[in-house]
């Protein structure tokens, strides 16, 4: 796991597109974190700070460009794709109406884990922030009622499935262990809603620029058409998703960026350890490809926002 002194010393500040994008080369899975200015008329519980994990996420160019797949269904995309004052939002579900329409510029954070820090990853995505918060630290004000049923609690009763259902059932109420917000970069400030995740090594603050559902066809022109059958091809492929019917492509810019400086060589403007410092270093960053690729492979069902 990341030293508990990770967050004590002065992280490098990185100002340039070039460096932003060298964090996103490896295409790392990260936590993502959003903070929601929604209001509604009746209570619920969605968190105002929430956090989930994301991994489909790519670089698209050299100056700190980069874009993600989200299922429209996730408490997080609610967040990243619309206004606070948006009417066609439905207060209590906290998902996109046929009507919503889609909003740019908002600000969210990514920060990225390191080996250790597996459960973690594992637990903040099985549970929802459209239920509560993730954090232990919120717990307190939370209005739960859930509460855990003495015969669910008997675990050697249970298949694996209610064991699963149990986990998450406790996640919810206890919020996930270890999970711990810090300042954006770990530095103070004033105003400022943006979070990032205790025990991470690089955080990036973004803002999105473009959101994409279905794509909707030009008017062709009228030379370029041939019988009715092209006619009718050409109306089935009227609103074609760019992904698919339940998936947003977002697209987004990092505006700032910090990195622990352990794990920034300088020399060559790259994320990764200074094996010169630290050899176990090196060691531990290169094992974190194993177990992202395992929990990219174990979870991309079942990671949720």
């Not at 600000?107 to 390191?114: D, G, M, N």
């Not at 004000?141 to 259902?165: F, G, P, V, W, Y």
């Not at 986990?167 to 970069?185: C, R």
Request: charged share 25%; glycine share 4%.
């Amino acid at each position: 796991m990341a030293s508990n002194n990770a967050e004590e010393c002065e992280w490098i500040h990185l100002n340039t597109g070039k460096a932003f994008s060298r964090l996103l080369y490896t295409n790392p899975v990260c936590f993502m974190c959003t903070s929601c200015a929604h209001t509604t008329s009746d209570s619920t519980l969605c968190a105002k700070d929430n956090v989930m994990v994301l991994s489909w996420l790519t670089a698209t160019n050299n100056e700190g460009r980069f874009m993600f797949s989200i299922h429209k269904s996730r408490y997080s995309a609610l967040i990243l794709t619309s206004s606070p004052t948006d009417d066609n939002r439905e207060s209590n579900n906290c998902n996109h109406t046929n009507n919503f329409q889609f909003q740019v510029g908002i600000e969210f954070t990514l920060s990225v884990p390191i080996k250790g820090m597996e459960q973690m990853v594992l637990d903040v995505g099985s549970i929802s922030g459209r239920y509560g918060s993730k954090f232990p630290k919120d717990k307190h004000n939370d209005n739960n009622n859930i509460k855990m049923n003495e015969e669910d609690t008997k675990i050697e009763k249970l298949s694996n499935r209610q064991r699963k259902k149990q986990k998450m059932q406790q996640l919810t109420i206890d919020g996930v262990h270890g999970l711990v917000p810090v300042p954006f970069g770990n530095v103070n400030e004033a105003q400022s809603s943006l979070f990032a995740i205790k025990g991470t090594v690089a955080h990036l603050k973004c803002k999105t620029y473009a959101v994409m559902g279905s794509s909707i066809r030009e008017e062709d022109n009228e030379s370029s058409r041939h019988g009715n059958e092209k006619r009718q091809s050409d109306d089935k492929n009227m609103h074609s998703p760019i992904i698919d019917d339940d998936h947003l492509l977002i697209m987004a810019e990092v505006t700032d960026g910090y990195v622990h400086p352990s794990y920034w060589d300088d020399k060559k403007q790259l994320f990764r350890p200074n094996i010169f410092r630290s050899t176990a270093l090196f060691k531990v960053f290169w094992l974190t490809d194993i177990w992202i690729c395992n929990i990219r492979r174990m979870n991309t069902r079942s990671i949720v926002d």
